[in-house]
């Protein structure tokens, strides 16, 4: 048995039409920003589930709000940060230290999966050498995807109206 739900927006509108064109930026900017934290959060729940992770692994998983258009996504890479005046590495985020103390980009590895690899060369059209392995695919992000991608616009919607009546009561305008 299915019910109506009638949503009635007109004194949202009103409210949000009394704001300036930035703080109605802000109010939009905001509101994609709890929903990308949402999912951010999401997707280092699956992160943790699917590979032993810890807080260096978990740094790595970003979440990008656009500036220019209306939106957010949501990244798994590695980010180092460096000091201008000397250039040394002073933070990394999203490599982990393996056992021989060296830093490796495993969480874009465990997203996507990695080839098979061998060492040695090509002779006679095959590849021959040592068989090294390969990296299996977690797909972490295309999990929480389906996961949250059901309930995104219920949790847009209200993360809108929460940061328009705040960003109101910020301005004056209530």
């Known amino acids: 048995m299915a019910r109506d739900v009638t949503y009635d927006d007109a004194q949202l509108r009103a409210l949000f039409n009394e704001l300036s064109p930035k703080a109605k930026r802000t109010a939009l900017?905001?509101?994609?920003?709890?929903?990308?934290?949402?999912?951010?959060?999401?997707?280092?729940?699956?992160?943790?589930?699917?590979?032993?992770?810890?807080?260096?692994?978990?740094?790595?998983?970003?979440?990008?709000?656009?500036?220019?258009?209306?939106?957010?996504?949501?990244?798994?890479?590695?980010?180092?940060?460096?000091?201008?005046?000397?250039?040394?590495?002073?933070?990394?985020?999203?490599?982990?230290?393996?056992?021989?103390?060296?830093?490796?980009?495993?969480?874009?590895?465990?997203?996507?999966?990695?080839?098979?690899?061998?060492?040695?060369?090509?002779?006679?059209?095959k590849r021959h050498g040592a068989y090294r392995g390969s990296m299996r695919r977690y797909a972490f992000v295309d999990l929480a995807r389906r996961q949250f991608g059901a309930s995104v616009m219920n949790e847009l919607k209200k993360s809108l109206v929460e940061n328009t009546i705040r960003t109101a009561k910020r301005y004056g305008c209530i």
Do not use: C, M, Y
Not at 45 to 62: A, C, F, P, Q
Not at 77 to 103: C, I, L, M, P, Y
């Open 29 to 125: 900017r905001g509101g994609f920003r709890g929903v990308a934290n949402k999912f951010r959060r999401q997707v280092i729940g699956n992160l943790r589930t699917s590979i032993h992770s810890g807080s260096d692994l978990e740094k790595g998983v970003r979440a990008l709000v656009f500036k220019q258009q209306l939106g957010f996504r949501v990244t798994v890479g590695t980010q180092v940060k460096r000091d201008k005046a000397t250039r040394r590495v002073v933070s990394t985020k999203g490599f982990h230290v393996n056992r021989r103390g060296f830093e490796k980009p495993v969480l874009i590895w465990a997203e996507d999966g990695t080839k098979d690899r061998r060492t040695g060369r090509i002779r006679g059209g």
